[in-house]
Structures are given as C-alpha cells and as structure tokens.
C-alpha cells in the first residue's frame, strides 16, 4: 500500500518505466514517431493498474486514485542532445530502473516486483513497437538502437 512507500520513494517507483519508455523513444528520435510513442508509453502507463489489480505497489502509484491524489510526483529528466546519440539517456534510465528496485527490495512481495519488473520492459517494449523509423513513423518497427536498449533493460531488470 502506499503509506509503506514515501512521496519520494513513489516518485522513483513511477520515474522507472517514464524514464525506460522516454529512452527507448530518444534512441531513433523523428518528429512524428516520438509523438506515437509517446501515446504508446502513456497508453501503457494509463492500463497498468486493470493489468495488475493486486499488485498493491503498482496500485499506490498507478491507480486512478493515486493519480488524482497528487502523492507522486514526476520530475522531468534533464536530457541534453548528446546524451541521446551517446547513450546516456538509457544509463539513466537503467539508474532509474535500480534505484525503483532498491526501493521495493524488502518492502514488496516477490510476486509484485516480479510483475513490477515485467511492467517496466513492457513500456520500452511497447514505445519500440510503436513506430517505425521511416517517414511518418513507418518502416522497422524495432530499430538496431531499440533492441540494443531493450536487451540493456531486459539484462537490468533480471
């Protein structure tokens, strides 16, 4: 429930999959294709509390009720242009990752960090299906950069 977690430590939980899914977008970044990414992300963030109805951490920070609270607090990454070419932006996102990890060490059951961990993926998984990296969004779904920054999650998160 969320009175085991501080406003600090819901942030983190929440910064996680933002973070993953804005990485995965910045990778092969075009006009448009950031923008139906960003709809992907967002979709999976908005389903995630009818996806894991008992997962009480994703619950204190995902559910309509602890959005409409206010309680977590998103703060906005400081990206520069050259950290998304360099990979800087996926090292965060993987510290992001870590530091939400850390948290619920301890706090959540296995069961809920597991389904936490399978959540997390599943926002650079679906920011990476969203479009592809031609005009308008079309062509390769999943770009070289893309995978590579999945495997980095997948290997962050197991």
Excluded: H, R
């Excluded at 923008?35 to 920070?61: F, R, T």
């Excluded at 997390?120 to 779904?141: H, I, R």
């Amino acid at each position: 429930m969320a009175e085991n977690y501080t406003p600090e430590e819901l942030s983190a939980i929440a910064q996680a999959p933002m973070m993953t899914g804005m990485a995965v977008a910045m990778v092969d970044m075009g006009i448009v294709s950031v923008a139906i990414e960003a709809a992907a992300l967002s979709k999976q963030i908005a389903g995630v509390a009818q996806k894991y109805p008992d997962n009480s951490v994703i619950q204190s920070v995902f559910s309509m009720e602890a959005i409409k609270s206010g309680t977590v607090k998103m703060q906005k990454p400081e990206v520069k242009p050259e950290d998304i070419k360099s990979g800087v932006l996926v090292d965060q996102a993987i510290d992001s990752i870590n530091n939400a990890l850390q948290i619920l060490d301890g706090k959540a059951t296995p069961g809920e960090i597991q389904q936490y961990k399978e959540f997390v993926y599943s926002c650079g998984e679906a920011v990476a299906n969203a479009a592809g990296s031609g005009m308008f969004g079309s062509g390769t779904k999943v770009t070289e950069g893309e995978k590579v920054a999945l495997e980095k999650f997948k290997t962050a998160i197991a």
